[in-house]
Each structure stands twice: as C-alpha cells, then as structure tokens.
C-alpha cells in the first residue's frame, strides 16, 4: 500500500491530482486497478490514508482509561507519532500539502476530520460510561480532533518550519487551560 501511495504522490508532483487517474496509478505501480481500489476505495483515500490512525485511535482509547483526554491525546501522539517522523516526515509534508491545498481533497479532508471525531467520541464515551452523542462527549472530542488539525494546517502553512508534535501539543496546552488566551 505505501508503494502504491508514493508512486500516486509522485505521479501527482508530476502531472497534478487531477491529471492522474486510478488507471495510471496502478501502472505505474505495477497493480491492478482493483487492487488500488481495493486498498484505498477513492483516489482521495491514495493521499489521506495513514497507516497509523488505527495506531493512534488505539492508543487513546488505551490512554483515556487512566488519564484525562488531553492527556491521553498527548500520550498517544507521543507513543505513535514519533515514529511516523521518524521514518515518514517527507511522506507526511506531502501528503498534508496535497490535503489542504487541492481542491479535490478538501471535502474528504473534512469527511475524515468528522470521523476521527466521531471515533474519539465514542471512545471518551467509553471511559467515562457516557454515551457517545452526549453533548459534552462530542464537545471534547470535536476540540481535541480540531485541535490536531489546526496545528497540522499551522505547520502546513508556515512551509514545515516547525515541529509538527510541538505544534500539537501547543494547541492541546489551548484546550487544557481551558481555551483562555494568555
């Protein structure tokens, strides 16, 4: 699947997203088309598809049963998130710059947004016994995703100068302090 990604990513800063179709993908990657569209389902999915998320969302469901959601949160980026810049921060920049500035891939974009928040909703469900479209559950875990993607979109446009988990973690200490602005 990354193969095929990165063979996607580099027929797109070729040619453009929207001059690449499926076909030309699988070619290149030496696939069928099926077997493109099996492992991604869309040509956004080529691009907004991360290996980790099923990594993170794990984590923080491990991490809200003995700490509060901020702190989960931090704990999960800190546990999985090293390791994706550790090997994929060129990956990552890619992908982000296709995923905030093609117009293609703004809509998923904000489609997978709405999921990751629905994800992190049932699991605070979870741990506190509540259920998951309880206003407040949906509140946090609304904060806590648009807390992520704003710094990812901060990084993003600010051309990838600083560090994406510090980036994180200043907009999570937002949401700690109680969304004052010092």
Request: overall charge negative.
């Amino acid at each position: 699947m990354r193969r095929i990604q990165e063979v996607a990513l580099d027929l797109f800063d070729e040619r453009g997203y929207t001059s690449v179709s499926i076909e030309e993908i699988a070619d290149a990657a030496d696939v069928s088309p099926s077997s493109v569209y099996r492992y991604f389902g869309t040509k956004e999915q080529l691009v907004l598809y991360d290996e980790y998320d099923l990594d993170f969302m794990n984590v923080i469901e491990t991490e809200l049963a003995s700490h509060p959601p901020v702190e989960a949160v931090r704990r999960a980026l800190a546990r999985v998130m090293s390791d994706y810049f550790e090997r994929d921060d060129d990956l990552a920049r890619r992908k982000t710059t296709y995923a905030y500035q093609e117009p293609a891939l703004r809509a998923a974009t904000l489609e997978l947004t709405d999921d990751f928040v629905a994800m992190v909703a049932a699991a605070l469900a979870r741990a506190t016994s509540r259920p998951d479209n309880d206003l407040e559950i949906r509140v946090a875990a609304s904060a806590l995703i648009g807390a992520l993607t704003t710094a990812a979109r901060h990084w993003a446009a600010q051309g990838y100068d600083a560090d994406l988990r510090a980036e994180m973690d200043a907009a999570l200490s937002v949401i700690q302090r109680g969304l004052r602005l010092d």
